[in-house]
């Protein structure tokens, strides 16, 4: 495997609340390798746009980065003077959220917002030739009439033209890294493959690296090289995206592919894991899956279990891994 | 945007005509009869009827009210029961000094008072942002009155630095920057507040804004993400909420004028209303509410010009 272009080491972002210190994000290490893509996937509310927000030091107060590092080709993003980190925005690591319809501002047309994007880090740059750079930036992301594009505002868009408009914006500096937080999930089923279709495209243009959140797995069995599963704040399985897929790990990472039996019912049925993730004030002593695991046994209740090897750049958070397919499929009880 | 605005126009045609119906029935209503009034304490009872004939107060009120209609489509306001002088005459002559006095309180106060908001919105929660707030609650709850007074009191009368009465002549002579700072500073001073305290509102508002995030991502610098992504969003609600205190700047004005004798029509209308000055109060309230209805136009246009998502519409 290449060598890191960004690696977080232990990373915890917590937001100070009446009950104490909650940690959104809880000790999360993970690497994205050069010109790949990291899909991270977890239900909604287990840290993963807190995880992205921390990366590019925009957690919004009173949400703060506790502990850990963000080592971007070495150096570490957290610790960098307010001023440098505002460089690495935008020209170095760029993000494009889920919500394409107010991710754009409504006051300001779409030219000027890729043009400000430029701006920011060329600030010598001369009007026409940021308008002809502009211009090519949407026609790189497919926009279809780029010069008429240019002068319209967002409202006068569809989502999925939005999105790409998010696209050429954050890739205008040409970025060596890519967050892109669901950037698909508002969009209907079509757009969203047209969008991904994109995104991989551009990466193979550009060379750069992506993270890819989603909520998803369909997406990240499509897109991802490595995968991190997250729950709850931690990572609870990491590896390539085949081991992943072929040989999951652990019981939420089965849980998402539909894989566990129910145990009440018949056998076949493909299900999703009942409850949902526990909020980051109320979390289980122990492994925080557990309460929702069927494999849990009394000592997941112990203590939170660390990240094991599994097999090559395979780990996974359980203490029960790795689980036989046949355990899995039989009686997990 | 045209056609938005063909329609503000001719919404304000029945609006204004609500305006003139209110301002020529409240005039019925007064006790007082003109006619009398016109006449004199000594007058006859005959020469008092003759008066009403002359005013056509005779007639039915709807045909007095056409009457009226039909005059004032000419430009014929009618003549002063006081002094005889024509309505349009006298409200010619004090339309120039209330504009003056507006303008002159507003090109300071708004800007001002959008500083503040957007420094308090900035610094939230700091000691900048704490001593906007004492400002804008100072500003708010203190009367126009009250601080003309304090101003006539200290800066006119007591260290005699600037004249509190009268106007001094023209904008761009001395004497006239001299006698209207004071009245400027006051209707000004009690609208610093309020814009401050919307636009800190609007600033915070915005700043929460997913568009805000991005402006972030991008690497803009604080300033731009508050000057280009928070504050010109921002301007929107601002300037609408601004346009709603429009009555509150008239009632403002007309206080102002009246301390500080300045000559506009707020001064006009008060004193024509407290002489019985029967067309003279009517043709202050309709240039009044003209006013009114030009300036929430004027919002309009500035609301369209502000929101791309007007302009189509
Ligand atoms: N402003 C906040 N105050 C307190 N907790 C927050 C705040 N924002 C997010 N969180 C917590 O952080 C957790 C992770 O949120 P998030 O990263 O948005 O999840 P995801 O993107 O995976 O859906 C949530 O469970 C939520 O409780
Ligand atoms: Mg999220």
């Known amino acids: 495997m290449t060598e890191a272009l960004l690696s977080i080491e232990g990373l915890r ?98 030219g000027d917002q890729i043009m400000e994007a430029m701006r920011a880090h060329e600030p010598r740059a001369g009007a026409a030739e940021l308008r002809d750079r502009a211009i090519a930036a949407l026609a790189r992301v497919r926009i279809p009439a780029p010069e008429r594009r240019f002068t319209e505002y967002p409202h006068q868009l569809s989502g999925g033209m939005r999105q790409r408009v998010m696209i050429a914006m954050a890739l205008a500096c040409s970025p060596k890294l890519l967050i892109a937080d669901e ?151 | 945007m045209l056609r938005y605005l063909i329609q503000r126009l001719l919404l304000a045609i029945p609006v204004m005509l609500g305006v003139l119906l209110i301002g020529f029935l409240l005039m019925q209503v007064v006790p007082t009869d003109p006619a009398t009034v016109r006449a004199g304490p000594s007058a006859t009872a005959e020469v008092v009827a003759e008066i009403r004939r002359d005013l056509g107060l005779d007639q039915p009120l709807t045909t007095q009210f056409g009457l009226y209609l039909w005059r004032l489509a000419q430009g014929d306001l009618g003549v002063s029961i006081i002094n005889n002088v024509p309505v349009v005459q006298e409200l010619g002559a004090t339309i120039g000094p209330t504009l003056e006095l507006m303008l002159s309180s507003l090109v300071w106060s708004i800007p001002l008072g959008i500083l503040l908001g957007t420094l308090g919105a900035y610094y939230r929660g700091s000691l900048i942002d704490r001593g906007v707030m004492a400002i804008s609650v100072a500003g708010v709850s203190v009367p126009v009155f009250f601080l003309g007074l304090i101003l006539i009191w200290f800066v006119g009368f007591k260290w005699q630095w600037l004249p509190f009465t009268g106007r001094g002549g023209p904008l761009w002579t001395l004497e006239g920057l001299q006698s209207i700072a004071l009245p400027a500073i006051t209707l000004g001073g009690v609208f610093v507040g ?43 609600p601002v300037v609408t909420l601004i346009g709603l205190q429009i009555g509150f700047l008239l009632g403002g004005a007309v206080v102002t004028e009246t301390v500080f004798t300045w000559p506009g029509v707020g001064r006009l209308a008060v004193g024509a209303i407290t002489s019985s000055d029967f067309p003279m109060a009517q043709g202050t309230i309709i240039v009044l509410s003209l006013g009114f209805i030009i300036v929430n136009l004027i919002v309009d246009m500035l609301y369209a010009a502000l929101d791309p998502r007007m302009r189509a519409a």
């Open chain 2, 194 to 236: 309020p814009v401050a305290r919307m636009t800190r509102t609007a600033v915070l508002d915005v700043l929460s804004a997913d568009h805000v995030r991005t402006a972030r991502a991008k690497g803009l610098s604080e300033r731009l993400v508050v000057l280009r992504h928070a504050l010109r969003n921002a301007m929107v």
């Open chain 1, 183 to 333: 950037p698909t999930t508002a969009l209907d089923v079509t757009v969203q493959a047209q969008i991904l279709d994109l995104l991989r495209e551009l990466q193979s243009e550009t060379g750069m690296s992506i993270i890819l959140i989603t909520h998803d797995l369909g997406v990240v069995a499509e897109m991802a090289d490595e995968v991190a599963v997250m729950y709850a704040g931690r990572v609870a399985e990491r590896g390539p995206a085949r081991a992943i897929f072929e040989d999951p790990q652990h019981p939420y990472t089965l849980g998402l592919l539909g894989s566990i039996p129910r145990l009440d019912e018949e056998r076949e049925t493909l299900l999703a894991i009942e409850g949902s993730v526990p909020p980051p004030f109320a979390l289980p002593p122990g492994c925080r899956f557990a309460p929702r695991c069927p494999f849990a046994i009394s000592p997941c209740n112990a203590a939170p279990p660390p990240l094991r090897d599994i097999a090559d750049a395979h780990e996974a958070a359980c203490i029960r891994a790795p689980i036989e397919a046949s355990l899995a499929l039989g009686n997990a009880a």
């Open chain 1, 13 to 110: 972002t917590v937001f100070r609340s009446g009950m104490g210190e909650i940690a959104a994000v809880d000790g999360v290490s993970l690497s994205v390798p050069r010109g790949r893509t990291l899909g991270i996937v977890g239900e909604s509310g287990c840290g993963k746009s807190m995880l992205s927000l921390s990366v590019m030091r925009l957690v919004p107060p009173p949400g703060r980065v506790a502990a850990g590092r963000v080592l971007l080709e070495g150096r570490d993003l957290l610790t960098l003077p307010k001023a440098e980190m505002r460089d690495v925005r935008g020209r170095e690591v760029a993000m494009i959220f889920q919500e394409p319809m107010t991710s754009l501002n409504p006051v300001h047309s779409i």
